[in-house]
Nanobody
Framework: QVQLVESGGGSVQAGGSLRLSCKASESTRSFYSMAWFREAPCKEREGVASMFDHGDSITYADSVKGRFTISQDNFSNTIYLQIRSLKPEDTGMYYC?????????????????WGQGTQVTVSS
């Protein structure tokens, strides 16, 4: 059973930065696609960044382009989400997901494995 464990969330002021981590129980190179999603209160889960083909191709949601960076470290089986210039609207639970049949998809229903999430709270 694949396990994904997120960490790195916290409470920060607007304009700050965070780096979220997602450690997988097996090599990240074994997954065709991996992604980060977020879910704000009373909103649907939103895909923010994805990578496929072992990180050779990356997709970002329009709402986060230029501020979010997804990356991976194959040696530690970890993917990261660097978030800069945080805004209050970035507040939410951030989830890591793995294994989808569609390259680079940001559609939550297509991902097979999910972590438990890490909370990000941004104050103005």
């Amino acid at each position: 059973q694949v396990q994904l464990v997120e960490s790195g969330g916290g409470s920060v002021q607007a304009g700050g930065s965070l780096r979220l981590s997602c450690k997988a129980s097996e090599s990240t190179r074994s997954f065709y696609s991996m992604a980060w999603f977020r879910e704000a209160p009373c909103k649907e889960r939103e895909g923010v960044a994805s990578m496929f083909d072992h990180g050779d191709s990356i997709t970002y949601a329009d709402s986060v382009k230029g501020r979010f960076t997804i990356s991976q470290d194959n040696f530690s089986n970890t993917i990261y989400l660097q978030i800069r210039s945080l805004k209050p609207e970035d507040t939410g639970m951030y989830y890591c997901a793995a294994e989808a049949p569609v390259a680079g998809t940001l559609v939550a229903d297509l991902y097979k494995y999910w972590g438990q999430g890490t909370q990000v709270t941004v104050s103005s």
